[in-house]
C-alpha cells in the first residue's frame, strides 16, 4: 500500500486506512509505521484521526520535531480539539514547557473531564513530577468515572510501583486480576513487583499463573509451611514434574474447550467429519470396502488419527514454549509431554464412542477386549518416544515442521488406515507391517472386528523398541537442557 496517493483511498474507507497504520503501529514496526501515516497524511489531508495519529506515533518514536511539526498544523486545522489539548501537554512536556503542559492538562480537565484520556494525561504528568498525592486523586477520578476500563487500574498499581511500595503494587494488581483476569499486565508486572519485593515465589507463581491459569495462584501455600520450599522446585523430581504436565495440559484443554461454543463435543464432532469425509469418497464415491466398511474405517480413522494429532502438536512445542523456558527454570521436556498429553485426553471420549459404535455393529464385547489395553498402552509408549524425539529434533532442524504434515499424511496411506495389509502381495506384507502404526491397526482390528487375539509377540517386541527410545530421549533432553534456550532464540 506504499504507493497509493489521495486518490487510492476513498473517505468511506477511512476506518480500514486507520487500521492498516495502526496495526504497523502496535506490533512495533516504527519504520513501516511512519511510512504508512505519511501515507495516510496525504490521502487524508483533512481528518482528525490521520493528524493526530501521526502525532502519537512521532511521539512514542521521541520524533519532537515532527511531532511538532504537525502539532502547528493540526493547531490551525482544528484548534477547539481535545487533542489539541493533549498532544500540545505530551509535547511541552518533552520540550520542558512544563507550566504550559501544566496548563493545557488544567484547560482539558475543564473542557473535558468526561474523557479518560484527560485523567490518565493528567496523573502520568504528575508522576513526572514526583507529586503522588495529586497523582492518586487524578487516578481515582478515572477509576470512578472509567470502572470498567483497565487502563486506570492498571495506572493504579504503576503508581505504588513507582513509588517503590512493593507491598501495595502486589495489592493493587491482586485486585486487578480480579477485575481483568486476561490482561498479561496483572501477572508479568505483578511479577515483577514480587521480585522487587524479595518474594521470588510469588513472582514464580505470577509467571506460571499467566501461562498455565489463575488457578495456580490459588494453590499458593504459605511461606512458613515446611512444605513450601520443596513444592517450589517440584519439577525437579518425577513425582512434580507429572503434576506440572498434568496441570498445564488440562488448563490448556479447559482454555481451548471455553473458546468454542461447542466446547467438548468438538473433541467427538471432529473425529467423525473426518470419519464421513472419507467414508463418502471410499465408501461411496469409489465404492471400495464392501459391507462393514464404515466399521473397518473407523478402528483404522481413530488411532490414527490420534498419531497425528499427537505428532502435529508437539512438533512445535519447545519452540512455543520458549517464553515460558527463557522466564522459569522448566526442563524442555515438559513442553511436547503436555501437548502429548493433551492429545491422548481428548481420544478418551473417542475411544469410547468408538468402542459403542463397533457394539451396535454387532461386534459384541468379548474377552479378547482386553487385549486393547496393551495395545493402548503399545501406541501411547510410541507416540510419547516419537513426539519427543521431534520436538527436540525441531528447534535444531527448523525445517522439520513443514515436513510433519507431509510425513503424516503419506504414514496415513502406508498404514492400512483404508485398506486391508491382507490386499497387498504376501511377500510385501512382512514389509508392510515393520511399519508400527500399520501392525497396531491390524491388532485393533483383530481385537475389535475379528475377535481374536493380537500378536503379543510383536507387541512385545515394540515395547522393547519404544521403551529404548524414550530412555534415549529422555536422556538427550537431560543433555541439551541448557542448549534449548539458546537455540530458540537463534
Given at each position: ?15 480500514e ?35 493526530f ?18 502539532y ?46 484527560t ?160 467414508f ?22 481413530i ?48 475411544y469410547?464412542?468408538?468402542l ?80 508400527p ?34 530412555v ?19
Amino acid at each position: 500500500m506504499n504507493n497509493y496517493n489521495s486518490s487510492s483511498f476513498p473517505t468511506s474507507c477511512l476506518e480500514e486506512a486507520l487500521e492498516w497504520a495502526r496495526t504497523a503501529s502496535q506490533k512495533g514496526n516504527l519504520d513501516k509505521a511512519v511510512t504508512r501515516w505519511e501515507v495516510l497524511l496525504k490521502a487524508f489531508p483533512n481528518h482528525p484521526p490521520v493528524l493526530f495519529g501521526a502525532i502519537a506515533l512521532y511521539l512514542q518514536r521521541d520524533d519532537i520535531e515532527n511531532a511538532n511539526r504537525l502539532y502547528q498544523r493540526a493547531n490551525e486545522q482544528f484548534p477547539d480539539h481535545q487533542n489539541i489539548l493533549f498532544h500540545g501537554a505530551q509535547i511541552a512536556q518533552k520540550l520542558g514547557d512544563i507550566s504550559r503542559a501544566e496548563a493545557l492538562l488544567e484547560t482539558a480537565r475543564q473542557n473535558f473531564p468526561d474523557k479518560i484520556e484527560t485523567w490518565l494525561q493528567s496523573t502520568n504528568f504528575a508522576l513526572t513530577q514526583n507529586l503522588y498525592e495529586q497523582a492518586e486523586l487524578y487516578n481515582q477520578q478515572a477509576r470512578s468515572l472509567f470502572a470498567d476500563h483497565p487502563q486506570p487500574h492498571k495506572q493504579y498499581a504503576e503508581i505504588a510501583m513507582q513509588r517503590s511500595d512493593w507491598q501495595t503494587a502486589l495489592i493493587r494488581w491482586e485486585s486487578f486480576r480480579k477485575q481483568f483476569p486476561e490482561r498479561p499486565a496483572g501477572y508479568l508486572l505483578a511479577a515483577e513487583a514480587a521480585e522487587k519485593a524479595g518474594d521470588k515465589k510469588l513472582a514464580r507463581k505470577l509467571k506460571l499463573a499467566r501461562e498455565y491459569g489463575e488457578d495456580i495462584l490459588a494453590e499458593a501455600e504459605p511461606a512458613d509451611d515446611p512444605s513450601f520450599y520443596k513444592r517450589r522446585h517440584r519439577h525437579a523430581t518425577f513425582s512434580g514434574l507429572t503434576e506440572l504436565i498434568w496441570t498445564k495440559a488440562v488448563f490448556n484443554l479447559r482454555s481451548e474447550t471455553q473458546r468454542n461454543y461447542l466446547s467438548y463435543l468438538w473433541w467427538i464432532i471432529e473425529p467423525l467429519l473426518h470419519m464421513v469425509v472419507y467414508f463418502l469418497v471410499f465408501g461411496f464415491l469409489l465404492q471400495r470396502g464392501g459391507e462393514g466398511f464404515i466399521t473397518f474405517l473407523l478402528t483404522g480413522l481413530i488411532p490414527y488419527m490420534w498419531f497425528n494429532k499427537a505428532m502435529s502438536s508437539s512438533n512445535n512445542s519447545i519452540i512455543a514454549g520458549q517464553g515460558l523456558m527463557l522466564q522459569v527454570a522448566i526442563p524442555s521436556i515438559v513442553f511436547p509431554l503436555v501437548t502429548l498429553l493433551q492429545a491422548t485426553i481428548k481420544q478418551i471420549p473417542v475411544y469410547a464412542v468408538l468402542l459403542g459404535f463397533v457394539w451396535l455393529q454387532g461386534h459384541v464385547p468379548n474377552f479378547h477386549w482386553w487385549a486393547l489395553v496393551p495395545i493402548i498402552a503399545v501406541q501411547l509408549l510410541l507416540t510419547v518416544t516419537f513426539g519427543t524425539l521431534l520436538a527436540a529434533l525441531v528447534p535444531f532442524v527448523r525445517d522439520v515442521s513443514y515436513l510433519v504434515p507431509t510425513g503424516l499424511t503419506f504414514l496415513m496411506f502406508l498404514s492400512g488406515v483404508f485398506y486391508s495389509y491382507e490386499s497387498i502381495p504376501p511377500a510385501w506384507q512382512d514389509v508392510f507391517l515393520m511399519n508400527p502404526l500399520a501392525f497396531l491397526l491390524k491388532c485393533y482390528r483383530e481385537v475389535l472386528i475379528d475377535g481374536v487375539w493380537p500378536d503379543f509377540h510383536m507387541l512385545g517386541i515394540w515395547t522393547i523398541i519404544a521403551s529404548t527410545g524414550l530412555v534415549i530421549s529422555m536422556l538427550a533432553y537431560k543433555k541439551l537442557r541448557y542448549v534449548f534456550p539458546r537455540v530458540v532464540l537463534a
